[in-house]
């Protein structure tokens, strides 16, 4: 089984300063890792994810992560938010070994808050 | 390009009824997951089909059924609603062949009165 940890559960930043969301995972197998955002009253976006190659993911919107497999985290990162920033962001992670049945465990979420 | 669509859009039900839910996944994908997010909750895992047959089961209660049909739709069957059941229900599809991704359909949100 895997379990996704987002530490803050609400970020405040001020409109153009860099922020970084936090996602640590548990798992015994080789996952997938993904960000998605979810604006007010809407579905779940995929902002990127990670299955293999490249450590450092780029997805939309501006927004990039690494994946650091010793520290167990793929922490989300944009050098300049904009106030269509705001909304919610989910960590999720996926058994890598279940091909095909890549069923999602998701973190509790980080609530961005952007200042102008 | 198309996506994955839900209906309904806004459900609303009293105790004790049965509500259906509707995913029809993109083309070609031929996998559908189902999960649930209470308000200010993570989505949950319910249950996932692969070529019609279940694959997987979540959190899913025994008052819910769900099965997917021969041109891939999936509907979600939730019966003797409680006020907890109130929640946002995606559904999400999948390509095994492809490798595509995941991705979600805007939900049907459901409201138990």
């Known amino acids: 089984a895997q379990s996704v940890t987002q530490l803050d559960s609400q970020v405040p930043v001020f409109e153009e300063a860099p922020v970084e969301l936090r996602c640590n995972y548990s798992s015994s197998v080789s996952v997938y890792l993904f960000w998605y955002v979810q604006y007010p009253n809407q579905g779940l976006q995929l902002l990127l994810k990670y299955l293999s190659g490249s450590t450092l993911v780029k997805g939309i919107n501006g927004f990039e992560a690494e994946f650091n497999k010793s520290q167990t985290s793929f922490h989300l990162r944009k050098p300049s938010v904009h106030i269509s920033d705001t909304a919610e962001y989910f960590c999720?992670?996926?058994?890598?070994?279940?091909?095909?049945?890549?069923?999602?465990?998701f973190g509790t979420g980080t609530r961005l808050t952007i200042i102008p | 390009a198309a996506g994955v669509i839900q209906s309904p859009r806004h459900l609303i039900k009293e105790k004790r009824e049965t509500a259906t839910l509707k995913c029809y996944p993109i083309p070609r994908h031929d996998t559908v997951y189902w999960y649930q997010q209470g308000p200010g909750q993570d989505p949950q895992f319910l249950i996932s089909?692969?070529?019609?047959?279940?694959?997987d089961k979540g959190s899913i209660p025994d008052r819910f059924s769900a099965q997917q049909f021969s041109d891939y739709h999936s509907e979600l069957n939730m019966s003797s609603l409680e006020l907890g059941d109130s929640a946002l229900y995606f559904c999400?599809?999948?390509?095994?062949?492809?490798?595509?991704?995941?991705?979600f359909g805007s939900g049907t949100r459901l409201t138990v009165v």
């Open positions: 089909f692969y070529e019609k047959m279940q694959s």
């Open positions: 999400a599809s999948s390509s095994r062949r492809d490798r595509v991704g995941y991705t």
């Open positions: 999720a992670v996926s058994d890598a070994s279940n091909f095909g049945n890549e069923k999602l465990t």
